[in-house]
Each structure stands twice: as C-alpha cells, then as structure tokens.
C-alpha cells in the first residue's frame, strides 16, 4: 500500500504540475523501492537521512543500474523530499547533500558493413544529381571515416586530382587520409555536376559540397534531412 505522504505527493504532481499516469506510476514505483531498501534499516521514508539515501543511490551502483536511470530516481527523491518540506512534514531537505550520478557520454553507435551497402545501394537508386551527390558523400564517409562535419565543410581543392584528402579537424589539425577508388569515382562523376548546387548568385564554390541557399556548405543538419530520403 502507498504511504500516505507519497499519495499525496503523487496526487499533487497529478494536480499542480500536470504529471501523467505514466509519469505518477514510475514516481510511485520508484518511491516504493526506495521504502523497501529503507525498512531493511528500519526507516520510514520520511525520516530518511542524507546517509540512508546515499546508501540507496550507492545500491543502485552495486547493481549495475544505469546512471541515467539512477538519475531519473534522484530526481523523483529530490522532489518528494522538496514537497515534504514545502508542507512542513520535515523541516530539511537531505536530498540537498546529494550529487548528481555522472550520465556520461553515450557509446557511438556504428553501422555494420551490410548496412552501409545496404545505404550506398539506395543511395545509387537516386536520380539526378542529387543522388551523385548522396552517393558521393557515402562513399566517402565510409572509406575515409571523417565525421559528418568534417565531410561536409570539406573544401574542393581538399580532394581535386589526388589519392588522398587533406581534413582540418578539431584543434584546426590537418591530416592525410588515403581515399579508394570507389569513393575517387564517385567524386569524379559529382564533381563533374557539382556547378548545380551552386548559389542562383554565384558562379562558383570554395566548397566541396555547397549549400545554394546560403552560399556556404551543407551542413550536419542538412545531411541529416538528405539522408531520411535514402
């Protein structure tokens, strides 16, 4: 059975902050563990210790739980204790001692090979020169393994005529990477259209891939949205 402090808490998030059943249900699921783990210290939650509640977050770590779950249960504490003390019920608030757990940055996420063939074969499928140029930029991703940023504000005279291409990337580094003659044809048959994309303004391009609407080069955003058409 809910404890009535956090029946309330819940009918109040339903109430003033608008909360969702399935947002009321997770606080609640999250609150009832919280009660399980304390009565094995024989206390009430809404006696809890900055320490007894330390002492949770560091069994969450034991159990391997994800930083970003264990995140979203300090957040439910942090607001059930913020209410506790708004209603006089306690008159400190111990989650104000705790630190956040670490989120970390997320794994890159790769692609497998069949899926990049899979890609490049869709992208062949384009007509126009739209799909030279879609198939242009995979091809180069994939052998040279730039990031989306680095490729798309790739300068022309960075691939023109050689077997390799010059990237300045973070730090204004330059580095040489080797380019196979998959992604050498393939540039060869979109450079030879690359004028198209030109600015209605201009004549001509400093860049690799040109952005027409702004006069510069595409950019990760705009990859992005070409991509959802492959």
């Given at each position: 059975?809910?404890?009535?402090?956090?029946?309330?808490?819940?009918?109040?998030?339903?109430?003033?902050?608008?909360?969702?059943?399935?947002?009321?249900?997770?606080?609640?699921?999250?609150?009832?563990?919280?009660?399980?783990?304390?009565?094995?210290?024989?206390?009430?939650?809404?006696a809890?210790?900055?320490?007894?509640?330390?002492?949770?977050?560091?069994?969450?770590?034991?159990?391997?739980?994800?930083?970003?779950?264990?995140?979203?249960?300090?957040?439910?504490?942090?607001?059930?204790?913020?209410?506790?003390?708004?209603?006089?019920?306690?008159?400190?608030?111990?989650?104000?001692?705790?630190?956040?757990?670490?989120?970390?940055r997320?794994?890159?996420?790769?692609?497998?090979e069949?899926?990049?063939?899979?890609?490049?074969?869709?992208?062949r499928?384009?007509?126009?020169?739209?799909?030279?140029?879609?198939?242009?930029?995979l091809?180069?991703?994939?052998?040279?393994?730039?990031?989306?940023?680095?490729?798309?504000?790739?300068p022309?005279?960075?691939?023109?005529?050689?077997?390799?291409?010059?990237?300045?990337?973070?730090?204004?580094?330059?580095?040489?990477?080797?380019?196979?003659?998959?992604?050498?044809?393939?540039?060869?048959?979109y450079?030879?259209?690359?004028?198209r994309?030109?600015?209605?303004?201009?004549?001509?391009?400093?860049?690799?891939?040109?952005a027409?609407?702004?006069?510069?080069?595409?950019?990760?955003?705009?990859?992005?949205?070409?991509?959802?058409?492959?």
């Amino acid at each position: 059975m809910t404890a009535p402090h956090i029946e309330t808490f819940l009918e109040m998030m339903a109430a003033e902050r608008g909360a969702s059943p399935r947002t009321l249900e997770a606080y609640d699921r999250d609150l009832s563990d919280v009660v399980g783990f304390l009565k094995a210290r024989s206390r009430e939650i809404d006696a809890a210790t900055a320490e007894d509640l330390r002492a949770y977050l560091d069994k969450l770590q034991r159990a391997a739980m994800t930083p970003r779950t264990a995140a979203r249960r300090l957040s439910c504490l942090r607001q059930f204790y913020k209410f506790l003390y708004a209603e006089g019920v306690r008159a400190d608030d111990p989650t104000a001692a705790l630190d956040s757990p670490r989120l970390g940055r997320p794994l890159p996420k790769f692609l497998t090979e069949s899926e990049v063939e899979r890609l490049l074969a869709a992208a062949r499928e384009l007509e126009g020169v739209k799909g030279q140029r879609m198939t242009a930029m995979l091809e180069l991703l994939y052998a040279t393994g730039l990031r989306v940023s680095e490729l798309v504000s790739l300068p022309l005279a960075a691939v023109r005529d050689k077997p390799v291409i010059i990237v300045r990337g973070k730090g204004n580094k330059e580095r040489l990477i080797p380019v196979g003659q998959a992604a050498r044809d393939a540039l060869a048959d979109y450079v030879g259209v690359r004028a198209r994309f030109f600015s209605a303004k201009t004549k001509s391009s400093p860049w690799l891939f040109p952005a027409p609407a702004k006069g510069g080069h595409l950019t990760r955003t705009s990859f992005a949205v070409m991509l959802k058409d492959v």
